[in-house]
């Protein structure tokens, strides 16, 4: 156990795991759009924790400064998939794939429809809006968490997420009126 000394003790890495990385690989997923990219970022931030490179001395903050980490990994790998893309002529993904699928699949037909619409619809938001909306729909994030995570003023975040709720009333608005 000599990572114990230096790093998290690996009691402490399990609790962080089963605390946080449900919400890690949903922050993650907003980003990156990929599972296995996803889960490739948290290995990285695990490994960090467990080499002791970072410190999680703070109990209050532990999840913030969990998802800033997998935000900074994730558009860092962000960065290094463009640059390849520029270099490839080929775009494997235009309207999310099967590796792309932020919500679980439904067996209800309604209900899988209903996924997929959102599914687009959010893929259709620019980044930095879909970003912010899950952190606060699905991660129920205050405005000023979601500034510390994503590096922003609060008010910068809470407009983003006013300019993607009018996109997505608009994008799914035909999906309420055929209910």
Request: hydrophobic share 40%; proline share 4%; net charge neutral.
């Amino acid at each position: 156990m000599g990572g114990a000394k230096h790093g998290q003790p690996e009691h402490d890495l399990g609790r962080i795991h089963d605390d946080h990385a449900t919400a890690m690989f949903h922050h993650g997923m907003a980003l990156l759009r990929d599972q296995t990219a996803v889960r490739d970022v948290l290995q990285d931030v695990f490994l960090k924790l467990a080499q002791g490179r970072v410190r999680l001395d703070d109990p209050a903050a532990e999840r913030a400064y969990l998802l800033r980490m997998v935000h900074h990994a994730s558009l860092d790998r962000l960065r290094r998939m463009k640059v390849r893309q520029t270099h490839a002529a080929r775009q494997t993904e235009d309207r999310g794939g099967g590796d792309a699928e932020m919500f679980q699949r439904c067996p209800d037909p309604d209900r899988e429809a209903f996924r997929l619409q959102m599914e687009s619809a959010l893929a259709q938001l620019p980044e930095e809006q879909r970003i912010v909306v899950v952190l606060k729909l699905w991660e129920e994030h205050t405005f000023e968490q979601i500034a510390a995570i994503c590096g922003i003023p609060a008010n910068t975040a809470a407009s983003r997420y006013r300019y993607a709720l009018d996109k997505l009333r608009a994008l799914l608005r035909p999906v309420y009126e055929d209910l």
